[in-house]
């Protein structure tokens, strides 16, 4: 399996790192160097990817954790909640509900989310800016399905107007130190000791045109896109979405089956083939990551990939993948 994986890595000029999963039995595969001015390898333990929207999931399922915790409280609220209840300053906020936020069919149809503004934000300036950001432009009517940053920087600032504590205190208390993570941060926490790749194309050579998410990038994106992880680290996270350690069964079939979803995405991740395969990709704007996975939904078989050179766009990344899919399990995933 590992010279294969890696052949085919090679055959696409892509590099990364990836964990491949067969039978219920994760594996990591890397290939190619994640900084190549430090010949710093993929699959480094020093070295912890961007997930971009691959973490989308984990801030929902944080919402649905204290949908729960308080369901039986003065303060209950459900997907069917409007979120003026937080944000009574943004445009139709009165006509929007959670679950809109969390599927993007809020109408929210805000702009530049991923242009670095070369600015350092706490998390509550992010969310104000996202707020301003929106107010800017007339929203849609809620429903429509238009995929957007703001949706889940929003859900951030919920996220702490629920619980009284930060996002990035929730996430460490409710994700990282509940899954025992040891490669797992908000960008800001990355350690010392840890660095994140550097980002690649390839243009008749590999490790051309150099780009890396800066600290103010990622800053603008809290809940959206500034989760830092390794393949292994975000296995675990999948598994823990469905196996009580995050969510149960229930729990999970609940976010990825809200009733304001416009098509197959529900909760952070799309399902296929009667809900049996989950997914989602992701890359931020300004880099040349390649961030994916595709899984069996009981998560016995599948691919995380997060590449740090690409030679293509989504669907040629995305192809790359399917060709690894196909051979850990056949006639099972889809190209898409």
Request: net charge positive; proline share 3%; hydrophobic share 35%.
């Amino acid at each position: 399996m590992r010279s294969y994986i890696r052949n085919v890595l090679a055959q696409n000029n892509s590099r990364g790192s990836t964990v491949i999963i067969k039978n219920g039995k994760p594996q990591q595969i890397s290939y190619g160097w994640a900084w190549y001015g430090k010949r710093i390898g993929n699959g480094n333990d020093s070295v912890v990817y961007p997930t971009a929207s691959l973490q989308k999931v984990v801030t929902a399922a944080m919402v649905v954790q204290l949908m729960n915790e308080k369901w039986h409280t003065s303060e209950r609220f459900s997907q069917n909640t409007k979120i003026s209840r937080w944000y009574p300053e943004l445009k139709n906020a009165n006509n929007i509900t959670l679950g809109q936020l969390i599927n993007h069919t809020s109408g929210i149809n805000a702009v530049n989310t991923e242009t670095d503004r070369r600015i350092n934000y706490s998390e509550d300036d992010a969310v104000k800016w996202a707020i301003d950001n929106a107010n800017a432009i007339d929203p849609s009517t809620p429903g429509t399905y238009f995929y957007n940053n703001t949706n889940y920087i929003l859900l951030a600032g919920i996220i702490k107007k629920i619980s009284g504590q930060s996002y990035e205190t929730n996430f460490n208390n409710r994700i990282v130190n509940k899954l025992g993570l040891a490669n797992t941060y908000l960008y800001q926490n990355i350690p010392s000791w840890k660095t994140d790749p550097i980002s690649y194309t390839w243009n008749i050579k590999n490790y051309q045109d150099p780009e890396y998410i800066t600290k103010t990038q990622a800053s603008q994106l809290v809940g959206a896109a500034n989760m830092f992880t390794t393949p292994m680290d975000y296995y675990k996270i999948q598994v823990g979405l469905s196996n009580g350690a995050i969510l149960n069964k229930s729990d999970f079939h609940y976010l990825t089956h809200l009733k304001s979803r416009a098509n197959n995405y529900s909760g952070g991740i799309y399902l296929d083939n009667n809900d049996t395969i989950k997914s989602a990709y992701g890359n931020l704007g300004g880099t040349h990551f390649g961030i994916w996975f595709q899984m069996t939904t009981d998560n016995r078989n599948g691919l995380i990939m997060f590449l740090n050179q690409t030679a293509g766009d989504e669907n040629a990344q995305k192809q790359v993948g399917y060709q690894i899919l196909n051979h850990i399990k056949p006639y099972t995933f889809i190209a898409g």
